[in-house]
């Protein structure tokens, strides 16, 4: 009875002996397991296996059998071969990146801006800043660790006293204070001074997931907003500001000091209420609904903008999904090219990258999708973010692994750390994946894009628990 074997995704076919020395019986497929072969085959609609090869007293049997078992391994190992050749092509044909290591410890924010007003894109990241080229860290704060974090969720990058430098802004997971770090300036930087800190407002929101610098209003001054896990804190936009205040300083010394009150301009963030329907695991700002303005998306539905000033009232909740505990950034585009904007999403403490095919209204008057996997060989792409990095005009779409989020108690937490890219291909609507790294880097809370060594390519700049890292896009 004619037959196969499977070995794993090579077939070969043979023909069976007709009697002993061979018995057969259903079983698996066939397995190379410390130099002993287990052949499943397959004949009409059940499947036999080569289970035990008894040598007949028969010299010809002896030798058949010995030549059948020398032709199975040389087919193995050159289906091998060529399994891992066709790997390795297909890899070759991603874009390649040169990695360096910045620091180790548990931050797992960063930014990029012109800090020392060089011209030079530097990096920063916790505690440090990193001075470009070489990127040899420079002290830029204190942070303390806890519970297996730091006391920061993010790094923003923005000139908050307006003096032309390039300021610092972070918040935190519980506490609810936002901290300003005023940039010291070129001859303290030099030193490798600390930056001066500051209160820039206590929200008295606790349990923030990640914060976000957006501009809401089309000023081209970004705001200040934070993502919760708790669904009963607000949606809440800070709006930076400069307010007059009477400032008291100490001018002179020992018999000559004296106290002196001057009127100085400092800054200030304007709380403005946009969603009162509560929070959620996962935020993401774009025309969801396509009507022009752009709205608010949480893991549980989305704030639809109103007309003319946003900050003006609280904006309309829709509670169009079930709670998704999505990733931060959740985006919003249009994939497909049909004029509706679409939803790419990850789940940021489990497997599923997806993306949404926006379809319009619903029956009931909800926004309507159909969801289409990206990936799901990977947990918590808890960050996702697009950039050109093959220079075609296209963004890719970057993701990967959150290092020991939830210090690796969620699905998947204890596997490798990884980080890939996706193309997108509008004929077959479907995402490719290439690889950046597997098994060294993953994701913190923020992935941030630009050319770093002035290559003309764009590079990637990340935070984790496995370290703060640079990678340089070398091309294809």
Known sequence: MPGGFNLGRFNHQFSPPRSPPYEYQPSMKLKYIFGRFKAGTTSGDHEVTLVSA?????????????KMKAAILVFFVASCLAFFTSQSNAQEAGI???????????????????????????????????????????????????????????????????????????????????????NPGTEALSLGQLWPEATLVDTKLSQNEASFLHDFDGDGQPEWISNSWKQENPVVVWKFDMVETEVTSTRGKGKNAKEVTLKQKVPTVIKHVVGVNGNSHGMGFGDINNDGREDILIATGWYERPENDPFAKPWKFHP?????????????????????????????????????????????????????????????????????????????????????????????????????????????????????DEGHIGTGLQIRTADLNEDGKVDIAVAGKDGTWLLFNQGK
Request: net charge negative.
């Open 96 to 182: 390649r990146f040169v990695s360096k290591l910045l620091t180790v410890d548990a931050n797992e924010g960063i930014d990029i801006a012109d800090i020392n007003g060089d011209g030079k894109l530097d990096i920063v990241a916790g505690r440090n800043w990193y001075q470009a080229p070489e990127f040899a860290p420079r002290p830029l704060r204190l942070i303390a660790d806890w519970n297996g974090y730091v006391e920061s969720n993010g790094d923003f990058c923005v000139d908050v006293d307006q003096d032309g430098l390039i300021d610092v802004v972070a918040g935190s997971f519980l506490p609810t204070e936002v901290k300003w770090y005023r």
């Open 320 to 436: 169009d999904w079930e709670y998704l505990h999505a990733s931060c950034p959740m985006l919003v585009r249009d994939l497909d090219g049909d004029g509706k904007n679409d939803l790419i999403w990850g789940k940021g403490h489990d497997y599923g990258l997806y993306w949404w095919k926006s379809e319009g209204l619903a029956e009931d008057g909800k926004l309507k999708f159909e969801q289409h996997l990206i990936d799901d060989q990977y947990s918590q792409p808890h960050t996702i973010h697009f950039a050109d990095l093959d220079g075609d005009g296209s963004d890719e779409l970057i993701s990967g692994k959150r290092v020991r989020a939830h210090n690796g108690n969620d699905p998947g937490g204890q596997e490798m750390a990884c980080m890939y890219y996706y193309q997108w291909n509008s004929e077959m609507r479907t995402f490719k994946r290439f690889v950046i």
């Open 54 to 66: 008894r040598p007949s007293s028969d010299l010809f049997q002896r030798k058949r059998d010995t």
